[in-house]
């Protein structure tokens, strides 16, 4: 979702996986979903500026996708360094999903973003 200079106001971008088939796993193991990030948004009262790790899941006996979830907390504000992100997959255990980094900008100010680096699902 970063690039080079500020990103525009007033967008929304969102950028999707392929469809996934996560595995099926026993009730002692988990599944992760891990990426680094950095991000730099406005830290004020005038801006909404945010990003959203989202997943939606895929539902064979309809044939129907299911809508956007958020997985953990919202990005906001600026992170100072590279962090490690970690968001727990297993009640999609088996299931086909595709997972989202959706980003958010309102009217006001803008900054750089959200930064995104070696995703990776893990089964640990």
Not at 57 to 85: C, P, Q
């Amino acid at each position: 979702m970063g690039g080079i200079g500020n990103y525009p106001n007033e967008t929304d971008s969102r950028f999707i996986s392929p469809t996934i088939t996560l595995p099926q796993i026993t009730d002692s193991k988990e599944i992760y979903l891990e990426f680094w990030q950095w991000f730099s948004y406005p830290n004020n009262r005038f801006s909404d500026d945010k990003g959203f790790v989202q997943i939606k899941e895929y539902f064979s006996e309809t044939g129907k996708w299911s809508d956007w979830s958020t997985l953990g907390s919202t990005i906001k504000n600026t992170s100072s360094v590279w962090t490690l992100r970690k968001e727990s997959l297993t009640i999609y255990s088996g299931k086909k999903v595709e997972i989202a980094f959706y980003h958010t900008v309102d009217d006001y100010y803008t900054s750089t973003g959200w930064y995104i680096d070696s995703v990776e699902i893990s089964v640990p």
